[in-house]
């Protein structure tokens, strides 16, 4: 964001999907139980002993059912249904749960059968920690969005638009939201580990629970942090190059999590959490703020000339003024014109000075003397300002025709005798005389 980071953590997890944070990984192998596991079984001999048959064959593909092959088989448990056939239909309905809900593929179709060995002891399952494992999956496997799509375009830009009053750092602060929350999720065991710096396994997926750096969502004062921990490489390992038994090929993060207790970091809580100004400074030196590119922030009505009005504006433009009145020595003057080229006069010292500029009739290229100056376009806004005296000192003496033919250079408008002639010129020229001390840039 602009003004620092924020992201999902395991707190977040907690409160919005009531899951249990304390607790073993949730790892193992993926399909290779007999070999990679003690007490384990072929896949589908133990599919067969969980649930009592095996699907079509149609409903198969490699290692995972059609979702609604369990769907339709064990939507309705029946009336006499012993204990035993209660057990399978709660494994059914628990693994349909965890492929199609908390862990799911981009389709959510189809029911993988790495959850055979938990589904094996339905008693140790409250013994997992499910919400660093959810949080790890959504890390990794979250389905990209489409950068072009329009939603993800106005989310992020409501996000860069946000300044550091406007973020809510603790969005569960409020007693509402905690008259809703289960009581055992905000439980020591489980709420101790909110700000734990560890890691968060899901089989293969990795993630890491950088929390110090994002301090104020827990009350704190945002610091400096630490570098952020590279695991980039980690990203790679989905768990398609093969089965293994992931505590094992991934024993030093697994030991992360082990002493995940020890990694808990003290928060002082303040009244107004956010940024420190340390931070600011360093974040608006380093970071990427923005999540828009460069072009959302540009002008979204850009003025676009057709070709037909850069013909008319070319075949329109005013004339030059050839008879302009000067000047007494001393005198200041602006035309207020547009002009390419002008000349200096030297002051009454003899020296040039910006006192006295007014520009040249000369539309000829005459070379330019010694103590002479070229002043560029009107436009040029790295020029200094000058005090060119007031609108009655420039035109108190201008006849009515000169005026007449400065309005039609300056303005493109044409202004015919009859006009000049009546009322019009009077009146402008009674509003200039009331122009005193004005300055103009040229």
């Known amino acids: 964001m602009p003004f620092g980071e924020c992201s999902i953590t395991l707190q977040d997890v907690a409160y919005q999907l009531g899951l249990p944070i304390d607790g073993k990984p949730v790892s193992g192998c993926l399909t290779e139980f007999e070999n990679l596991m003690e007490q384990g079984r072929p896949a ?35 009336a006499d249904a012993t204990n035993e056939t209660v057990r399978i239909y709660a494994r059914a309905y628990i693994m349909m749960l965890l492929s199609s809900q908390r862990f799911a593929d981009k389709n959510a179709n189809r029911v993988h059968l790495r959850w055979l060995p938990y589904l094996a002891s339905l008693d140790d399952l409250g013994r997992y920690s499910w919400g660093s494992a959810a949080l790890a999956w959504w890390a990794t496997f979250m389905p990209r969005n489409d950068p072009g799509d329009q939603r993800l375009v106005s989310a992020r830009l409501s996000l860069d638009r946000l300044r550091v009053h406007d973020f809510v750092w603790e ?74 038994w992931f505590p094992t090929y991934y024993r030093e993060w697994h030991q992360h999590w082990e002493n995940r207790l020890h990694s808990v970091i003290w928060v002082d809580r303040v009244l107004d959490p956010g940024p420190s100004s340390d931070y600011l400074e360093w974040w608006c ?29 070319s075949s329109q433009a005013p004339p030059r003024v050839h008879d302009i009145p000067r000047a007494d020595h001393g005198d200041v003057a602006d035309f207020r014109v547009p002009r390419r080229r002008g000349s200096r006069q030297a002051g009454q010292d003899g020296r040039g000075g910006a006192r006295g500029r007014v520009p040249s009739v000369d539309d000829q290229g005459t070379q330019h003397g010694v103590g002479e100056d070229v002043v560029g376009s009107a436009s040029a806004m790295d020029q200094p300002t000058y005090d060119v005296g007031s609108s009655s000192q420039l035109f108190g003496n201008v006849a009515p025709d000169a005026f007449a033919g400065y309005t039609t250079a300056a303005v493109g408008m044409d202004i015919d005798d009859p006009v000049t002639e009546s009322e019009f010129y009077r009146d402008i020229a009674d509003m200039l005389m009331d122009d005193d001390g004005t300055h103009y840039r040229p």
């Open 171 to 244: 969005p569960y602060s409020s007693a509402e939201v905690g008259a809703v929350i289960h009581s055992e999720i905000l439980a020591d065991e489980h709420r101790r580990l909110w700000t734990t710096v560890t890691s968060l396994i899901y089989f293969a997926a990795i993630e890491w629970h950088q929390v110090d750096r994002v301090l104020p969502q827990f009350g704190g004062l945002q610091h400096l942090p630490e570098p952020a921990l590279n695991i980039d490489w980690l990203h790679a390992k989905d768990g398609r190059g093969g089965d293994r």
């Open 44 to 78: 589908w001999v133990w599919f067969r002993e969980l649930f009592g048959e095996l699907p079509p064959q149609n409903k198969v593909k490699q290692m995972t059912v059609c979702y609604t092959w369990f769907h339709e088989r064990f939507r309705v448990l029946p």
């Open 285 to 313: 030196r380093v970071a990427h703020r923005f999540l828009s590119p460069d072009v959302a922030f540009h002008d979204p009505k850009p003025i676009v000339l057709t070709e037909e009005a850069r013909h008319r504006g």
